[in-house]
């Protein structure tokens, strides 16, 4: 990113769609209790990287419940925590997903399944789409959906602030584009995604892991696969 003078950084400062907070669960995962920001908008997020950036501080994007390896956006001096929360939304049209880069897998697969439609997004409810993407796991449903590939074969597109450039702004990348940055080739904070999805072929074993049932043990959960 290009050099701010004290001038620019203050105006920046001074009009920051965010807010900053020394009460997060984010500042439990360091020794020192890092200050978190949490930018309202798009345009937050790049003015909260280019003065992270300019101070020359360590910058961990948190997208999900923990920061993991994933997440680190850059690598010099001081620590700071930039969660991305605010960006969740879950939007569907068609087979086409819209979402935020922190939505998490059960918010996604929540949607999902009231209209008869999946993806490999793995069984941890709590995962952030962004983290899945950049480490996928495996489908959920080997019965439910002919799904071999991962969630990375079923990404369309994203909106993400290139943080490997002079003057970042949020850019909208196509599936090619985006798997150099999910690859590591080049670095960026994400803030949307959208999904080509898939339908589900078998109902049954697919309400097993998406519909919450009572309590019963490992008979009643093999009766309600058999049927």
Do not use: C
């Not at 994007?61 to 930039?82: F, K, M, P, Y």
Request: no cysteine.
């Amino acid at each position: 990113m290009s050099i701010l003078s004290q001038h620019d950084a203050d105006e920046l400062l001074a009009h920051l769609d965010a807010d900053a907070t020394t009460s997060h669960s984010a500042r439990a995962e360091f020794l020192d209790a890092p200050l978190v920001i949490i930018p309202r908008s798009e345009a937050g997020l790049v003015d909260t990287l280019r003065l992270a950036s300019a101070g020359g501080q360590n910058v961990f994007l948190r997208s999900g419940e923990s920061i993991s390896d994933e997440d680190v956006v850059t690598d010099s001096s001081d620590a700071l925590v930039v969660s991305t929360e605010a960006f969740a939304e879950v939007e569907l049209e068609g087979q086409q997903l819209r979402v935020g880069a922190a939505t998490t897998v059960g918010a996604a697969y929540e949607r999902l399944w009231e209209a008869g439609l999946t993806l490999p997004l793995g069984d941890n409810p709590n995962r952030s789409l962004i983290s899945t993407l950049l480490n996928p796991p495996r489908g959920l449903f080997p019965r439910s959906a002919p799904i071999s590939e991962t969630a990375r074969d079923f990404v369309k597109s994203a909106r993400l602030i290139p943080t490997d450039e002079a003057d970042p702004v949020v850019t909208h990348v196509e599936q090619a584009e985006l798997l150099e940055f999910l690859r590591g080739e080049r670095t960026g904070a994400y803030v949307g995604l959208e999904f080509n999805t898939v339908s589900i072929q078998n109902d049954r074993w697919a309400s097993v892991w998406v519909v919450t049932y009572p309590s019963k043990g490992l008979a009643g959960l093999v009766d309600e696969v058999a049927g």
